[in-house]
């Protein structure tokens, strides 16, 4: 997307009037479920699935996409950066502090404040991800898969695996 134009201002707009929405989510009684409630189906356009559990403070940039399966779970202190979109398939369960970003900018520094990447998220059926964990744009978590505390996720995991640990590498200079 590029930067400075209508669908730009429109997904900006969005994001400051979520901002506003998850601030007063995250000062209301833990025990206001009516509130919680109502302000969850102005965040995601559609009110939490019945037996879906978030315990705030919880943050997303634009809410409309993110889509929360049944019997999901979301501790404390996560972020959904869900503007390219962030699907949770049932029984997942997401640690605290867990970050998931779908948008980016391109490497090169002039193109860098011009343009807005972006790719989904797509984690499967009963998936683990521990506290601290950060999915980066396009990545699919296969069932069953655990995601290990402090993993930065940049590539597909499969079915029934174990992912651990976080590397920078340098990939190419310029």
């Not at 807005?116 to 964990?133: M, Q, S, Y």
């Not at 290990?148 to 976080?166: E, K, M, N, Q």
Request: with cysteine; glycine share 8%.
């Amino acid at each position: 997307m590029r930067i400075h134009s209508p669908e730009f201002k429109a997904m900006s707009e969005r994001v400051l009037q979520v901002t506003q929405l998850t601030s007063r989510l995250n000062v209301l009684p833990f025990e206001d479920e009516e509130g919680k409630a109502d302000l969850f189906a102005q965040i995601l356009g559609r009110p939490l699935p019945e037996r879906v559990t978030v315990y705030p403070p919880f943050f997303t940039d634009h809410g409309l996409n993110l889509e929360l399966a049944e019997r999901v779970f979301i501790n404390q202190n996560c972020t959904f950066l869900d503007y390219a979109g962030i699907r949770l398939a049932e029984r997942v369960m997401v640690g605290p502090k867990v970050t998931f970003i779908t948008g980016g900018h391109p490497v090169d520094p002039v193109e860098r404040r011009e343009w807005l990447t972006g790719a989904p998220i797509d984690v499967a059926e009963n998936v683990w991800i521990g506290a601290g964990a950060t999915i980066l744009p396009g990545v699919s978590i296969g069932r069953d898969s655990v995601i290990a505390a402090g993993a930065v996720v940049a590539d597909d995991v499969p079915a029934a695996t174990l992912v651990t640990g976080s590397k920078a590498t340098i990939h190419r200079q310029w």
